[in-house]
């Protein structure tokens, strides 16, 4: 047996393991919490309400509210805690490859500041409360804050001829820079000390505002996006050899690095607008992937949307159980646990960035 | 398949890099480009091979305009060995080799098994089957460049361009490499450094200085003391190796 067919099997088992353990995790996903649900029970209400009622034995629960608390509160977070988790490894992984820079994430092209902005300019100033303008809340703003700063960042790095990875990674700096000093220049004049703490939070990251009423379009863009990605696998592959052996190979990069990037951009801005800030999560799981099954796009993007969801299941478990009374950021937390990863496979001897 | 090269310029930003250059390679032939550095061979070259637009001229491999060609098509029949292989990421040598089949890919479409029967016939006839589940980034100087050039020949091109193939390699592998080459049944335009090598390797030579061919004919025609120092600013001499029996140059 070669080696391509030894990789192919061990991705199997990698994207088998990871279903299992993905759906064990969604079980203890919903039976966590501030109210403790026993994990058979959990998964009874589950079945009961995906098969719609038709495997209904829900005679051995013992307390009728667990299943709102199931159904209506925890499911959807964890639903939401996979969306963003797959959503922000397929961000990064996309990006790393199209800016040819292992540091890249999803945030690169200035995405987190220009989001900031715009869920502070919401929070703090606002719209009167009637125009229409006011309707749209938080999230619209988070995401055309987000949309706004990739677009200037990618105007920026087109001046003066050829966009190249250096250029856009200068724009990104700089109008992080930028949108950050005008973020802080509110929160500064603001002077409102409700509006700040919510603008903190935000910053933070959090998926306690999930409800089902949120999932569709998320789920709908995320999924959109995974399904493109996958028919782009032999386009990212050539790109990660650089520009000149990708238009020898018979492939322009220039239009699909900006295709790449706007769609990227979308994404994450759609996933900022829901869950504010949560970093660390589109950096490290492609690199640990990476490191597990080499940089052919072929294993390696299935296995960090998988890995991502089932990190970003987890992360949320525990910032609810880590603290007894009160709920931890889950931005606070992917960081803390993401950091130290990081720092551990940089100091890793032989790690290449995907060998 | 020829390529002819008519009168052709190129300018990046406001320079003119390459004026009014001529140049002409027949099918099965050998031939090489000297010249000083920042002459305009590499940027002649990226002509060919479009990653540079000529201002002026045409280039014609085969019946076609080069300019006509897409992307695509041109890499099904033009195969390009450039100077840098600088990637951040890793590949096992098989999937870099099997990066060279990604012309004749549509958009889903995988790697079948004419394509690993391609590639392991590449990995032998490059020396390279010992080490192909080695990562790229783990590779001498000299083992890159082979497996550049190896995945340029599962491209299967008809045509190769070599942007000075044996910089920084070591006597065996500058040979191997140039060996492997000369014995390719297709035409092959390549800029050279090493004037002893381009003498012995290759069919027909142009010298270019300036961004003009100062003299073109066989090696040994254009191989004189004369031609060296007004390329080089070096003098030299020349004579004839008694063990090559091909011309050969003694820098002074």
Redesign the interface.
Known sequence: M???DKQRKLFYICLLLFTVLIIFSIGIGVAVGQVAIPLKESFQILLENLSGGIVNDLSGISSNSYESIIWQIRFPRVLLAMLTGMGLSLAGAVMQ?TV???LADPYILGISSGASLGATFAILIGFGGTSILAQFGLSFWAFLGAVTAALLVLLLSNIHGQMNSIKLILSGMVLNALFTAFSNFIIYIANDAEGIRSVTFWMMGSLAGASWSKLPLLATVVLVCLLFFL??I?IL??M???D??A??????LKFYRKLYLVITSILTGVIVANTGMIGFVGLIIPHIV?GIV???HRYFLPLSVFSGSLFMVWCDILSRIILPTVELPIGILTSLIGAPLFIYIFVKKGY???? | MNLTIDNVSVSIGSQQIVQDVSLHVRQNQFVGLIGPNGCGKSTLLKSV???LEPKTGVITLGDENVQDL???????I???V?Q?????????I??MLL??R??Y?G???RDNALD?EIVEKVLLQMDLEKM??R?F??LSGGEKQRVILGR?LV?QPKFLVLDEPTNHLDIKHQLSILRTVASLPIGVLAALHDLNLAARFTDYLYAMKDGRIIKEGRPEEVLTEAVIQELYEVECRTYINPISGKKAIEFL
């Open positions: 070669n080696r391509i490859t040819q820079n292992p028919t782009q032999r592959n050539i990660l050899l650089g000149e052996s238009v020898t190979l018979g492939v322009n990476r080499g940089s052919n290449e960035f995907g060998g | 091979s479009k990653l897409s992307h695509k098509q041109l890499a099904k033009l195969g390009v450039g840098f292989h600088e990637v951040n990421f890793d590949f096992s098989r999937d990066l060279g990604s012309p890919k958009l889903m479409e690993y192909a589940d990562s980034l783990s340029t491209q």
